[in-house]
């Protein structure tokens, strides 16, 4: 099983740190910390790190799930992984589908589950048809296309006492 987890480091007050990373706008120029953002891959059992993406505190992809796209070919068939939902959206979910790995999220705020629609296993457990989301700004025409017009999902409630 392969999870993610991303955490924050605040930096040496250097000129090289505050040029590779600015320190957030909240702070007054001259009065804070490079803040560098970094997201882990590693494996569940031995709990080893596999692969460590590094980028800025904030700012134009710096989101956890913009560091996930650099090293998330580590992720092949067969693997199962690990998130939270952040990394819940159509275009995560995809990749992983189509590299034959599984994975296991808590849903996205945003989607609501119905179970009541799609395939019906039993209560609290079905499987629905996800269209594929619109083309982010940042997404080529090209590495769209590649992408297919819907993915089944399986959605498990789980209810914790």
Known sequence: MIVT?????????TPENQKEYP?????????GFPI?????????????????ALGKYAGKFSHEVSLFRLI???I???NVFLA??????GFEMTRMEMRG?????????????????????????????LERPGRPKWMSKEEYEQYP?????????????
């Open 72 to 74: 998330d070919t580590l």
């Open 101 to 129: 790995a599984h994975y296991v999220l808590r849903m996205h705020q945003k989607r609501k589950a119905n179970f009541r629609t799609g395939i019906r296993y039993g209560n609290d457990d079905h499987a629905i048809r």
């Open 36 to 52: 560098m953002r970094m997201l882990e891959l590693f494996a569940l059992s031995p709990g080893a790190v596999l692969e460590v």
């Open 149 to 161: 017009d819907f993915i089944i999902v399986r959605e498990v409630r789980i209810r914790v006492q």
């Open 84 to 89: 939270d939902r952040a990394f819940a959206g």
């Open 23 to 31: 320190q957030p706008g909240s702070q007054t120029p001259g009065c």
């Open 5 to 13: 987890d991303g955490a924050t480091v605040i930096m040496a007050d």
């Open 76 to 78: 092949q068939k067969g």
